[in-house]
T-cell receptor
Framework: AQSVAQPEDQVNVAEGNPLTVKCTYS??????LFWYVQYPNRGLQFLLKYITGDNLVKGSYGFEAEFNKSQTSFHLKKPSALVSDSALYFC?????????????FGSGTRLQVQP | ETGVTQTPRHLVMGMTNKKSLKCEQH?????MYWYKQSAKKPLELMFV???????ENNSVPSRFSPECPNSSHLFLHLHTLQPEDSALYLC??????????????FGPGTRLTVL
């Protein structure tokens, strides 16, 4: 079975400071990991994904994520937060062993960037 | 968000009504998905279609009936819904290459309220 956890309901950070949104996962095979962002009254927008290769993945809007196999984590990071980054962030996983097309999503983390 | 469009954006219906949600993808993808997003719950997969064939059905009540007439269009037919079915219904599409690494792209969602 595939599962993902986002341990923080909300993360608060000051504008200009680095931000981290945490995600851990559980799969039986190899993990395919995704980050999405959701702005109010909008659908989910794809930020980045890890399939294989370099553990540091760069994505849209200056975001990056680091895959750590030993800690089964895929934390989202940005060196300098913007107020416009305030949104709901979802981590998602797909297990290479299941053959399923569906993603399993975490419960989401609300990022609040204060000016 | 012009890649995947959903109509209507908002829908209010009574429990005895019959309505349909429409999704259209302009990305040339061959797989489409329905997800349900309720308050304080992770996104739940409802249905997956690949090459117009339903390939996953996540134990969804029969009052929700999907239809995929071609690879660009996906419908969700609703009848005799319950108030607890009120949620944001998200459509997504991807290019399914059979390797589980494809990225899903989401539409803006339909906000459904059942009275």
């Amino acid at each position: 079975a595939q599962s993902v956890a986002q341990p923080e309901d909300q993360v608060n950070v000051a504008e200009g400071n680095p931000l981290t949104v945490k995600c851990t996962y559980s799969v039986s095979g190899n993990p395919y990991l995704f980050w999405y962002v959701q702005y109010p009254n909008r659908g989910l927008q794809f930020l980045l994904k890890y399939i294989t290769g370099d553990n540091l993945v760069k994505g849209s809007y200056g975001f990056e994520a680091e895959f750590n196999k030993s800690q089964t984590s895929f934390h989202l990071k940005k060196p300098s937060a913007l107020v416009s980054d305030s949104a709901l962030y979802f981590c998602a996983v797909r297990d290479s062993d299941t053959g399923r097309r569906a993603l399993t999503f975490g419960s989401g983390t609300r990022l609040q960037v204060q000016p | 968000e012009t890649g995947v469009t959903q109509t209507p954006r908002h829908l209010v219906m009574g429990m005895t009504n019959k309505k349909s949600l429409k999704c259209e993808q302009h990305l040339g993808h061959n797989a489409m998905y329905w997800y349900k997003q309720s308050a304080k719950k992770p996104l739940e997969l409802m249905f997956v279609y690949s090459l117009e064939e339903r390939v996953e059905n996540n134990s969804v009540p029969s009052r929700f009936s999907p239809e995929c007439p071609n690879s660009s269009h996906l419908f969700l037919h609703l009848h005799t819904l319950q108030p607890e079915d009120s949620a944001l219904y998200l459509c997504a599409s991807s290019q399914d290459r059979g390797g589980s690494t494809d990225t899903q792209y989401f539409g803006p969602g339909t906000r459904l309220t059942v009275l």
